[in-house]
């Protein structure tokens, strides 16, 4: 197979085979009450964009908008909602959170999974608490700065969290708890959205106050879990580290994954300055793949794009408010769906694949929300129903590709790739780069939609195309390699392999040699 497969999968691992484990109650609390981190995330993507298209909200923080609104007849409809603080207003978090996984890095690695979690809990509940009793715009971003903080502190820790705690068979399902979370935290944020919509004067902030109830839930249920036994080696604490692997594989026969969990670490300890040792020859390929292109990749698919302004473009679309946040439902709901979907068959069939299928098909969407756009959208018409109605499903394809796709993959895949030693560090540069992404879609997508019109979905078309073949020629298949033993596939990797071999080379010709 082109571009990474492998004929024998795994076949150079090292004690993958001697690996037992049972799926256990334990197991099982641990994992879903750590998923639920994924709910802060989703619930503010989805709530983001339906406060933002809510007249009450916009009468009050920005009566500019709300009366350009009110007279779309005389402009573009593509831009009667471009408007850069506005759109601050939604990046600001992402800003917030790219900076905060630095230090979310910090605490993950000495402090453990389990503390970025309990931190990024009140950071989220903290600023969503200010965001529904805010009376001015400053009161709004410093809400934000917090939210985004919580976030921060949460993504990075979460997925890191998922992937360890699971067996290597179950991984790739394991980890998608994290995208499933997000996915109801949105579908949950519009449902909200649609009824506060109709408490006029005050619905927005109960949409917005409604965040302290995850981030409560998160808190809660982070005081019960227990620390991932890779964390307990990484600090030293063997037999804690020992007991709980014993607990959450439900066996007594883990000694073949602890001795891996043992060099991990030993390699992990030698490292002082793991984000300095990730810029390093030997680990180019999680740098390109996990910490830069997958999520870079994963927010210019442009489907938060969709997601952050969905009632906003439904309502542009010529839905009316009520009729654009039942379609930000539909199409949040199809997230959820397509999510199960991946949940229950990327384990089976891989990572690549669904990378790969589900590209081509966001490829094609993109291309048919263009070409109608361009033959059917004008200057201050209504757009037909039928045409309408047409990109909505095209919309909730697009969507469902996406959920089973980069949706779920841009955050499993990249916390498989970092060994120990670069492994808090790594999810940092993943989170940040995932949201700096992120926050630029947020900030740039109302202004590039009004000036490129129908072109802003062409250009999207062809990123999917770019970073389809990114995947195809540059990302070896993870699907049922144990964590610890991911680095062994790039050996056997058509490009990567020279970078590592090469690395490999100089630390053998770097060992002093015994002269007898």
């Known amino acids: 197979m082109a571009g ?19 799926i256990t109650n334990y197991f099982i609390f641990a994992c879903l009450v750590a998923a639920t981190g994924g709910s802060l995330f989703g619930y503010d993507l989805g709530v983001s964009g339906g406060v933002t298209s809510m007249d009450d909200f916009l009468k009050e923080f920005f009566p500019k908008i709300y009366r350009r609104k009110q007279a779309h007849l005389h402009e573009t409809d593509y831009c009667k909602y471009d408007n850069q603080l506005l759109t601050l207003f939604t990046s600001s978090l992402y800003f917030a959170g790219l900076v905060s996984t630095f230090g979310a890095s910090y605490v993950t690695r000495n402090k453990g999974r389990r503390a970025s979690i309990l931190v990024g809990a009140v950071s989220f509940f903290l600023g969503g608490a200010i965001n529904a009793g805010a009376v001015n715009i400053t009161m709004l971003i410093i809400g934000r700065i917090l939210l985004g903080a919580g976030i921060g502190f949460g993504n990075q820790a979460v997925p890191l969290y998922l992937s360890e705690m699971a067996p290597a068979k179950h991984r790739g399902a394991v980890n998608q708890l994290f995208q499933f979370t997000t996915c109801m935290g949105i579908l949950i944020a519009n449902l909200i959205n649609y009824k506060t919509d109709k408490i006029h004067k005050w619905g927005w902030r109960l949409s917005l106050g409604l965040a302290t109830v995850p981030a409560t839930l998160m808190f809660v249920g982070g005081l019960a879990l227990p620390e991932t036994p890779n964390s307990l080696v990484e600090q030293g604490r063997l037999e804690e580290a020992k007991r709980v692997l014993v607990k959450v594989r439900g066996t007594p026969n883990v000694d073949a994954e602890f001795a891996d969990l043992i060099e991990a670490s030993d390699a992990a300890r030698a490292i002082k300055h793991p984000f300095r040792n990730l810029l390093q020859r030997k680990n180019r390929p999680q740098l390109v793949l996990g910490a830069l292109g997958i999520p870079a990749f994963q927010q210019l ?57 589900a590209g081509f098909e966001m490829f094609c969407y993109m291309i048919a929300v263009a070409i109608t756009l361009a033959f059917k959208f004008g200057e201050g018409e209504t757009l037909p129903k039928a045409i309408g109605w047409f990109l909505v499903v095209i919309i909730c394809l697009f969507v469902f590709a996406y959920g089973r796709s980069w949706g779920p993959l841009g955050w499993l895949v990249p916390s498989e790739l970092f060994p120990l030693e670069t492994r808090s560090a790594g999810q940092s540069m993943v989170v940040c780069v995932n949201l700096l992404f992120t926050a630029l879609i947020a900030q740039c997508f109302l202004v590039s939609l009004c000036h490129l019109k129908y072109g802003i979905f062409l250009l999207f078309a062809g990123l999917i195309f770019i970073m389809s073949s990114f995947i195809f020629f540059l990302l070896p298949e993870t699907k049922r390699v144990p964590i610890e033993e991911v680095y062994l596939l790039w050996k056997d990797h058509w490009f990567w392999k020279k970078y590592v071999e090469d690395d490999d080379e100089k630390d053998i010709k770097s060992q002093p040699r015994n002269i007898i």
Not at 312 to 317: A, D, G, N, R, V
């Open 4 to 22: 990474g497969g492998f004929g024998n999968e795994g076949g150079n691992l090292k004690r993958a085979h001697l690996y037992e484990y049972k």
């Open 301 to 357: 698919t442009g489907m938060n794009s969709i997601l952050f302004y969905a009632p906003i473009l439904f309502q542009t679309l010529g839905f009316g408010s009520g009729a654009s946040l039942i379609s930000s439902v539909l199409t949040s709901g199809m997230l959820v769906l397509a999510t199960l979907v991946s949940m229950a068959l990327v384990d089976r069939f891989g990572r690549r694949a669904f990378f790969l299928e």
